[in-house]
């Protein structure tokens, strides 16, 4: 995986080396009002990030993730993600979020594109899609903003606290930009 640059973000790809980071930010309880996020300790996170896949390309499957670095701020200011089930999905699922003192920028809604872009630009994928509970807004907002239309409700499609709950499913399709029209795009690399 590489390191993605935007405007004013730096998308770090998770490893062990900096896996210690993630499980930090991963720790901060507001970001588990509206998501499971795993409850395993520091060493046991350390463990299940260095066993993932480290290079995105054509054909892989499992979990990546980055660290979100805001010019001008050395610690991490969120997390990105995007997995593939399985070895022959043709759909990514993303994932983000942005601790508190850094909402309402843009900066959730720029890291979605740029995970977007490099899903798309790295893997034979025909269409991302994201998850979110409906009364989470924010999230709704960014996913909209990044070019995803709401496509159904999932009647218990996801955890929070340990309980199902219905989530609203977002998909963005290949070769569509943020703004619905349609793209010339290379197959993958
Ligand atoms: C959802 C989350 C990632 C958004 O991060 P962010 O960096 O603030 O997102 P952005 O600034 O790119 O965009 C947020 C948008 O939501 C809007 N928004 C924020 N709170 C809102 C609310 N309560 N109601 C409606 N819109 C809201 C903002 O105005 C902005 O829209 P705009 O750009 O049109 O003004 C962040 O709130 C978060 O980490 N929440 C907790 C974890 C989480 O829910 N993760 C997603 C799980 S699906």
């Given at each position: ?22 499980w ?37 499957s ?58 798309f ?23 909209e ?5 709401a ?13 199902p ?25």
């Open positions: 995986m590489r390191t993605i640059r935007t405007e004013r973000l730096r998308l770090e790809p998770a490893t062990a080396e900096n896996a210690d980071l993630l930090r930010v991963l720790q901060e309880p507001d970001l588990r009002e509206y998501q499971d996020l795993p409850d395993v300790d520091v060493a046991q996170f350390r463990r299940m990030v260095a066993a993932r896949p480290s290079e995105l390309q054509s054909g892989i499992g979990r990546f993730e980055w660290l979100l670095y805001l010019e001008g701020v050395h610690a991490p200011v969120g997390w990105a993600s995007l997995r593939v089930a399985e070895r022959a999905s043709s759909a990514g699922e993303i994932g983000y979020s942005v601790l508190r003192e850094y909402r309402g920028r843009g900066i959730a809604t720029e890291a979605v594109l740029a995970v977007v872009e490099e899903a630009a790295k893997l034979a994928l025909r269409r991302l899609r994201a998850y979110c509970v409906p009364e989470n807004l924010a999230s709704r907002r960014v996913l903003a990044a070019g995803f239309r496509d159904g409700v999932l009647p218990h499609g996801a955890t929070v606290r340990g309980r709950v219905d989530v609203v499913g977002y998909v963005r399709e290949r070769g569509v930009d943020s703004s619905g029209q349609t793209i010339e795009m290379p197959a993958s690399g």
